[in-house]
């Protein structure tokens, strides 16, 4: 009876059918499985590296080969540490983050509502997603997290318990004390019930206090001194008035993007209708949607890809040349190749060192003097790369607000065209530069070079450029 009726619930299954083997056959070669094979890389025959995952972006049996695809982002903090505003980072976000493939009925229903993501809270939080989008309900005498139906939550789309779920964060906070997370909650609750879960979760005393927010878009404390102060969640309703329960106002803070079909429609990028002007700046925080009306795993793979990274610009271009602060949507593990965990690299590249991507940021470089990836596979890719002239590979050299706006689109969708070309290219080189990070203290450790490396990326990068004239 479970799921039967939702189609959508009976790919990860085929998902877990297909992977099965390949995971067997992983393990038989141990060694291999070890070295990792790359972002875009088919993987029957080996694992993929850290931060990514094998699956198949095409559900349909018989339709492509599960290549290795990203899950993870750049830790934000990798370049600048915690040492600027928070509004100069960007966080990937999951939309309807409760709303899990597979779930379990928790009311003694099943669940017949659309999901929207793969796995856990807790796993979401642990591949680096720090933003997350809630559906608050009073429902059987207590807060669920739920699929609306007339502004209604009903049993059989009741995913979980508010309180467990505020809990997982609120454990992962504990034992991650570097991290924040923002909450969007769309909120159909009374005023108080939100506030009384976030006490008994545990959550309440990591809360940014609204009082204590940047009016009139001025810029947010740093990253170091929120987590100084414990100030790590901080919480957004679509309510006015619930400053009392710890969460402020969503709008008077946050532009947000259209979100649905009328969201995903290239060459534009409206507001959501409850959202100030994208372009106003009496608000610092930006979030840009990305996800279609009815979730679907299929066109998760095509829509996270390509045209995430060609929306980052133009909304860049809509808001004021500001780089989103959250990216948000759903199936977030789902591409063909770097997804939302590279569009989130590239916003953070171009929001904090004016680089196609967070792994090509120097430190103590000046604003716009970027670093290339390693010329080869095989080469350490702790290694530091060359240092080139950034003009070459990126030519919007300067810093966010003076940019010009055709050139960096170029490079961004070059980025993703790159990964993409990979990912349908038949053979796998068998060189292994999928972990190579230089340690850094974060959890999540993803290589620089991981979605771009070998030899013939930066030319192909370039070549890839130039043709993009439109
Ligand atoms: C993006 O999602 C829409 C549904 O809103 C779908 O029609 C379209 O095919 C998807 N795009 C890709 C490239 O998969």
Sequence with gaps: MNHQCNPIQAKPAMGGATLLPLLLAAAAIA????AGALVGDKCEASGCGAGMRCASCSPLPGSGPPVCSRTTPLDPKQHRGTE???NRYTWLTTHNSFAIVGSA?????????PPNQEDSITSQLKNGVRGLML????FQNDVWLCHSFAGKCYNFAAYQRAVDVLKEIALFLESNPSEVITLFVEDYAARGSVGKVLRASGLSKFVFPPAKMPKDGG???LLKDMI???HRVLVFSSKPGKDGDGMAYEWDYVLETQYGNDGLVGGSCPKRSESRAMDSTKQSLILMN????????????GNNSAPLVAKLKTCYDSSANRWPNYIAVDFYMRSRGGGAPLATDVANGRLQC??????????????GRCALPPKTAATSPAAAPPETDTSIISPAAAPPKTMTPSSPKKVTIALETAVTVRAEEEASTGTSAADGTASSSSSNRLSTSSFLSGSFVPSLLLLISLSYIN
């Design 31 to 34: 060694a291999e499985a070890e």
């Design 84 to 86: 600027l505003p928070f």
């Design 105 to 113: 009925s928790r009311t003694g229903a099943p669940i017949i509502a």
């Design 135 to 138: 559906d608050a309900y009073d």
């Design 219 to 221: 810029d947010w404390p």
């Design 228 to 230: 100084a102060d414990s």
């Design 290 to 301: 990305f996800f279609s009306t009815n979730p679907s795993q299929l066109w998760a793979c």
């Design 354 to 367: 004016g680089c196609d991507s967070i792994a090509y940021c120097k430190a103590g470089s000046p604003f």
